[in-house]
């Protein structure tokens, strides 16, 4: 079986982080910051294809998808998500 995690999400306006973190002891494994979705400053372009709100979320999503990978943890070792 493989181990298990929890995924913590902070979404602020200028920055959002990302946390790995043991499911039973709480313990902080790995943590990243990234520029917020709505930072007046985030280059957006690669979602242009969807609507403001939209592109927003698929940033995210595109940012959890790249830590996990980073971090060598798979979606199925995921068994909670905080945001």
Request: aromatic content about 8%.
């Amino acid at each position: 079986m493989l181990n298990q995690y929890l995924v913590g999400i902070d979404l602020g306006g200028t920055q959002f982080r990302i946390t790995l973190a043991h499911p039973k002891t709480g313990q902080i494994i790995i943590k990243k910051s990234y520029s917020s979705p709505f930072a007046v400053n985030i280059d957006l372009s690669q979602f242009s294809h969807l609507a403001r709100k939209e592109q927003a979320n698929a940033y995210i999503v595109t940012k959890i998808k790249e830590f996990l990978k980073e971090a060598k943890i798979k979606s199925q070792q995921i068994s909670g998500i905080g945001i």
